[in-house]
């Protein structure tokens, strides 16, 4: 039988993050996921802070960290310890031949689907905002069926963006994908996937844009981790390409997924999919197994520790019921007000960080979990991603930064 | 300004059936809603189109009038109502003295009710509890309030009614004890207007005081809190009643692919106090588990609260005592000659209702036409042509059900699929809402923000409460210029807003799970709410 040094729970981008940072220390990993996580969802552009405490856009995330509460993950591991990770992860993205841009020390505004501008970190090359903020002439693309994606919603929300007043024009092109479903960003990439798709797509985005003009799409370039078909499409045209952000499925987030799951396989990381980890075996304080499955058939797996990286609500790491939430491996406490008109504000939108949206595990210094009291609970399992506590993703624009940051560190420790 | 004979406050239940009754007898007149159609009790209840069983005991005069609606609803209301036929269970607890008054209660008011074996009544209703003692079958059915106000403008449309959605009367005028105007202000834009006129009908519901008290008149009534929860799926096929004296969480209706249980009743101050908490939320689950076991582990939709209007003499008066007959008010006795209220009453006996007070109205003009609206259905049958047209169109399962939610549109959707076949892709998975229809609805005159096509396409009612079609939606509107001078921000927050508002009091399992999805994506992801720096870099 294998015998594991490292076993990771979760397969989101903290698990997988989490786990090959294991593997690089020489660690015999194993990790174990129910689902893709919230990467498939919500899209690779990686942001770290958008925004502090009060709502101001944060220009330098690098500075800003200081700032945060003291419960922050970002506050728990220090300035460094974040930067350490974004070095890792960028200069893993250049080892696995799709380099990302940006750096910690500077926020870019990325367009959304929405026609607004979103703060993030770091991005795939499709995403440089730069490009857009330069053009005079923008060519905005839709693609007919895609209903999620509206481009007149796109022009008219960035014309009021400030600095945003260009030269905008729209095309709709036509795929050649008619199997009679409605259309998501997915499936136009996968049709961009194929060599006739391709070539489809490169003679009719010719035909449709002036050399010169900036190229504004949803995020459909394909959905492994190449810039093959971005920089074909540059050539033939004489445009830059710039990919929003889209309604899910994410695109983005397909293609960092697959390259993370390759280094996985380039480390020897074992990687169990579709298991559910009901519980784990806990003795004196410390994890010796989990389970997989349900009561019908169970598996144990053994490791000398163990990397929660199980997700919030949403990946199902936590679970609420009314008046109570709780940790769905562990069991672990979760902190939240007892009365639940305080769990969140009157207005879900414009009001601020919610309540609920903070709800995780407290942990230590090296993010193993602790309870209320600061008292250790298991000393080898080490806490990575949105299971944790104390910060509000969608407000503050830090999803994705916690999950990498917070993965390094576990894998670092476990 | 505008001229008419008679301006109906409110845009309920009440006020569309008067507005369609007296535009039937051939008297001009204008309905005025401060928001949307049922923006009140009429959408924010029960959907029972009660027997009268329920009333059959404390309220004879009530059940009678209940049972008579019920079966002239059913044939002029075809599309709005689900025959779906109703049990009253008798549990170990309740008492079977009451079981046997109320038997006898109602053969006397005229409702048909039947003893259903138990071991049948469980084989048609396989999940309500085991532990019930007695069955009754009785003609109760759901009904969809909105789609009912919808249609009695329609049908009042065609004899030359007119409906004005988000306009609000803000002062009612008169000169030597006769009403001669009303002022209004449109409550999107803020413009202002006023329509003369010699009657004023005030059909506002639990505002009917508010509005009274324009005109200096004091009408005593106290608006009544009830709370409810929509089930995301439908566990029952029948309205599930206990058979008791009338209490909370006694009710559960079916309705299309959800099952509503309610209610609760407390008082309140406002008319428009909307917001259910949590409190009443785990009271409805914890009485309603004695008749369904499983409840508490059912998944939830979402919570909603409308209030009801009880009139009272007696302010002191325990409001689940007040008889829930209505009441006509001639304002003339108290010198104000062409102002007539309208109180209290149930959605069920909305058109008796408005016979009644048409028929004062027309007593003051001297109109002699008699009252048709028992005789006459609201919208024409679809015709079975283009039902087969339809067909070829729409999703299988979505048909039937676009059919009755479009009435009279249907046959515009249908052209704009057929002019454009990509036009049936679904806005609204989770209901099967076409962008055709979509696009429909949102051509009417009266459609403005995008909770107005929820609630005449239900784009957005369903499992995932507009988080996907909302962005959808938004781009179907810019796309077709009709945000009509609403911002897409604005467009986009009231709709998630309202949603939100029934969610949040069932923030916990998969409602919390589909929460951090909809932030995810408007927040995270497309950052709707987040600042944009004057220059960025
Ligand atoms: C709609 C949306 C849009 C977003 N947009 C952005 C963005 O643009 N930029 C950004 O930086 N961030 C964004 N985020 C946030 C970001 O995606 C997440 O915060 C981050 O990916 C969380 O990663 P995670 O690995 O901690 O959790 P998750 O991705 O939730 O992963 C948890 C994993 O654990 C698995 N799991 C859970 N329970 C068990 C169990 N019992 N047994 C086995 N496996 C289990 C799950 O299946 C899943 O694979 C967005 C999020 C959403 C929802
Ligand atoms: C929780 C609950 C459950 C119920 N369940 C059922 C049931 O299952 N079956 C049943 O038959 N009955 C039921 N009822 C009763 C039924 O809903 C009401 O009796 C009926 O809907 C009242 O209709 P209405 O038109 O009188 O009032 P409303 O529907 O409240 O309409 C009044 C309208 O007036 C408008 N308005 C107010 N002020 C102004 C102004 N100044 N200018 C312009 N417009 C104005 C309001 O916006 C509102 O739309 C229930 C009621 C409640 C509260």
Redo the contacts between chains.
């Keep these: 039988m294998r015998q594991n040094d490292v076993i990771v729970i979760g397969g989101g981008l903290a698990g997988l993050f989490a786990a090959i940072t294991a593997a690089k220390r020489g660690r015999q990993v194993m990790l174990v996921t129910k689902g893709v996580g919230a990467i498939a969802i919500g899209g690779g552009s990686i942001d770290v802070l958008g925004y502090d405490a009060t709502g101001k856009p944060v220009r330098d995330p690098s500075a800003a960290l200081g700032g945060l509460a003291a419960d922050h993950p970002f506050a728990i591991l220090g300035q460094q310890r974040v930067e350490t990770a974004v070095q890792t992860f960028l200069g893993l993205c250049e080892a696995e031949g799709y380099p990302y841009q940006g750096d910690l020390q500077h926020n870019q505004w990325i367009p959304t689907a929405l026609g607004r501008l979103k703060p993030t970190c770091l991005t795939p090359l499709t995403m440089n905002s730069a490009i857009l903020k330069a053009a005079t002439d923008v060519t905005v693309v839709e693609f007919e069926g895609l209903k999620d994606y509206s481009g007149r919603v796109m022009v008219d929300g960035l014309r009021q963006c400030p600095g945003y007043a260009k030269n905008y024009s729209l095309v709709s092109l036509k795929t050649d994908i008619n199997d009679g479903r409605d259309l998501t960003a997915l499936d136009v990439a996968r049709w961009l996937d194929s060599d006739s798709g391709q070539a489809a797509f490169i003679e009719r985005l010719t035909a449709a844009v002036r050399p010169g003009s900036v190229i504004l799409l949803p995020p459909v370039l394909g959905t492994k981790p190449d810039y093959r078909l971005f920089h074909a499409l540059e050539q033939a045209t004489g445009c830059k390409l710039v990919e929003t952000v889209g309604l899910p499925p994410a695109v983005t987030g397909y293609r960092l997924r697959r390259l993370l799951v390759n280094c996985l396989g380039k480390l020897n990381v074992k990687m169990i999919e579709q298991a559910n980890v009901v519980r784990g075996i806990v003795e004196n304080g410390r994890c010796t197994g989990i389970v997989t499955g349900n009561l019908d058939r169970e598996r144990t797996y053994r490791a000398e520790s163990f990397i929660l990286a199980s997700g919030g609500f949403f990946g199902g790491g936590l679970q609420a019921e009314a008046g109570r939430a709780r940790e769905v491996v562990f069991d672990l406490p979760i902190t939240v007000p007892a009365n639940s008109a305080d769990w969140s504000k009157e207005k879900l939108f414009f009001a601020g960080s919610q309540p609920f949206a903070k709800f995780g595990l407290q942990v230590d210094g090296k993010l193993r979990p602790v309870d209320a009291s600061g008292k250790l609970l298991l000393e080898n399992v080490y806490v990575a991603g949105k299971s944790l506590a104390g910060y509000d993703y969608c407000v503050e624009k830090s999803g994705n930064g916690v999950a990498l940051a917070t993965a390094y560190q576990a894998g670092a420790e476990a | 300004m505008k001229k008419t004979t008679a301006v109906i406050i409110g845009g309920g239940a009440t006020g569309v059936g008067i507005l369609r009754d007296l535009s039937m007898r051939g008297v001009a007149a204008v309905l005025l809603e401060q928001r949307d159609l049922a923006y009140g009790a009429s959408s924010r209840f029960h959907g029972l189109l009660h027997s009268g069983g329920r009333y059959a005991v404390k309220d004879a005069e009530a059940a009678r009038e209940c049972a008579e609606e019920n079966a002239v609803l059913r044939k002029i209301g075809r599309h709005c109502v689900e025959s779906t036929t109703g049990y009253f269970v008798r549990l170990p607890e309740d008492d079977p003295a009451y079981e046997a008054k109320w038997v006898v209660a109602c053969q006397a008011a005229g409702i048909p009710v039947e003893p259903v074996d138990l071991a049948r009544a469980h084989r048609l209703e396989p999940h309500f509890s085991e532990r019930a003692a007695a069955v009754y079958e009785v003609p109760d059915a759901a009904i969809d309030g909105f789609r009912l106000c919808r249609q009695n403008v329609l049908s009042a449309k065609r004899y030359g009614g007119k409906m004005m959605n988000y306009t609000e009367v803000t002062s009612i005028e008169q000169q030597n004890g006769q009403v001669t105007a009303v002022k209004t202000r449109n409550t999107l834009t803020g413009e202002l207007g006023s329509i003369e006129c010699d009657i004023v009908v005030n059909a506002a519901g639990s505002w009917v005081g508010q509005v009274a008290g324009l005109a200096g008149i004091k009408i005593n009534v106290i608006p009544d809190r009830g709370t409810l929860i929509a089930f995301n799926h439908r566990f029952t096929d029948r309205i599930m009643n206990r058979l008791r004296p009338p209490a909370n969480a006694d009710i559960f209706v079916p309705h299309g692919s959800v099952t509503l249980l309610g209610t609760t009743s407390s008082p309140t101050e406002r008319p428009d106090d909307f917001?259910p908490?949590?409190?009443e939320?785990?009271a409805l689950i914890d009485e309603g588990k004695e008749l369904f076991d499983e409840l508490p582990r059912y998944r939830l939709l979402r919570a909603y609260t409308g209030t009801r209007p009880l009139y009272c003499a007696d302010p002191t008066a325990a409001t689940r005592e007040i008889s829930r007959n209505f009441v006509i008010l001639d304002h003339a006795k108290e010198g104000l000659d062409g102002l007539i209220s309208i109180v209290g009453g149930k959605l069920t006996t909305y058109r008796l209702m408005a016979e009644k007070i048409s028929d004062a109205i027309c007593g003051k003009l001297s109109v002699q036409a008699p009252c048709r609206t028992a005789e006459e259905a609201l919208v024409d049958d679809i015709a079975p042509e283009l039902m087969q047209q339809a067909k070829k169109f729409f999703p299988t399962a979505g048909v039937e059900l676009a059919a009755s939610r479009l009435g009279p549109d249907l046959a515009e959707t249908v052209q704009r699929i057929q002019a454009n076949p990509?036009k049936k892709?679904?806005?609204c998975e989770c209901e099967l809402v076409t962008?055709a229809e979509v696009e429909t609805v949102a051509h009417d005159d009266t459609t403005f923000t995008m909770s107005d096509i929820r609630r005449r396409t239900r784009m957005g009612m369903g499992t995932c409460q507009g988080t996907?079609c909302g962005?959808?939606g938004?781009?179907?509107m810019?796309?077709n210029d009709l945000a009509r001078g609403m911002t897409?921000e604005n467009l986009?927050?009231e709709f998630?807003?309202t949603r939100?508002n029934g969610i949040?009091?069932i923030?916990?399992?998969q409602q919390?799970?589909e929460?951090?999805?909809?932030?995810?994506?408007?927040?995270?992801?497309?950052?709707?709410?987040?600042?944009?720096?004057?220059?960025?870099?």
């Design positions: 917001t908490t949590t409190e939320v785990l990509a892709e679904l806005v962008l996907y962005l959808r938004l781009g179907m810019v796309d897409t986009l927050r998630l807003e939100w949040r009091p923030l916990w399992g919390m799970r929460v951090e999805l909809t932030r995810g994506i408007y927040g995270a992801g497309l950052n709707m709410d987040g600042a944009v720096p004057d220059e960025t870099e």
